[in-house]
């Protein structure tokens, strides 16, 4: 009797390392979505659709790499506007979205990988404007223009700040330019290089909202597997100094 417990006790310990470890099926494939939000991702050719090698970026750059040690499959695609492909990755099974702000907001929503990289949440005035503020209150009395859906957005309509919210960033910018809005709530570095690529120079921060960090966001039924070969090869990355070199080839 004591020997057939011990046999089925180390059966079940066998078996379960093998789930545990188990392969992924060979036809296993992730949707990989991003946008451009330079210099983190961003079609080559400045258009809004790319896929795979029409891609590029600092966290384009560090995804593929990433996926190519775990050893998974996956397909890239370019496309706008964000709250569409955010929806599309909360949905689909074997989804993912990059670069996403992770907060504590949208952490019960996906699983997640990272860090890819860091920003700061920041109100900017246009080139020449002497507009200052203290604080989100005294910011608030202001016209601020917002992309619908994204991390600095969801954070300000929390906290009761009036937005007008827009499905194409560079709309901002253009706006900012012509006075229709007073302040731009972005993300720096990605909204002064998106704004020099619109032609605009010289934005100034006036408020520095929070610092973040960027991740890969992936469909809540994700494999446990893909999670953690994915993280496993991000951190050789960051050991190996690869994301810091990869980083500074950009900026």
Do not use: C
């Not at 379960?16 to 330079?38: D, G, I, Q, R």
């Not at 080139?127 to 601020?144: M, N, Q, W």
């Not at 309509?157 to 960033?169: F, H």
């Not at 910018?173 to 809005?181: C, E, F, P, V």
């Amino acid at each position: 009797m004591f020997n057939l417990f011990k046999r089925t006790f180390w059966l079940g310990l066998a078996l379960t390392a093998a789930t545990a470890h188990a392969e992924l099926p060979a036809s296993y494939k992730v949707v990989l979505l991003t946008e451009n939000f330079p210099p983190f991702n961003m079609a080559v050719d400045d258009k809004n659709f790319a896929r795979d090698d029409g891609i590029d970026g600092i966290s384009a750059d560090v995804v593929r790499e990433m996926f190519k040690r775990a050893g998974i499959d996956y397909s890239l695609t370019l496309r706008f506007p964000w709250d569409r492909l955010y929806r599309l990755t909360q949905e689909k099974p074997n989804y993912g979205l990059f670069s996403t702000t992770r907060t504590p907001e949208r952490e019960s929503s996906f699983k997640w990988v990272g860090p890819l990289g860091k920003t700061s949440w920041v109100l900017v005035a246009a080139p020449g404007s002497s507009l200052t503020v203290k604080d989100l209150t005294e910011a608030s009395k202001y016209k601020i223009g917002a992309y619908k859906n994204n991390a600095v957005t969801q954070s300000l309509e929390g906290k009761g700040v009036p937005l007008v919210t827009v499905l194409r960033d560079q709309e901002n910018i253009r706006k900012l330019a012509k006075g229709q809005i007073d302040l731009w709530a972005t993300d720096d570095p990605a909204g002064r290089y998106m704004a020099r690529q619109e032609g605009v120079s010289g934005l100034r921060i006036v408020l520095n909202l929070n610092d973040a960090e960027l991740y890969l966001a992936l469909n809540k039924e994700t494999p446990d597997e893909v999670i953690q070969r994915l993280q496993k090869a991000l951190d050789q990355m960051r050991s190996e100094g690869f994301i810091d070199e990869i980083t500074n080839n950009y900026l």
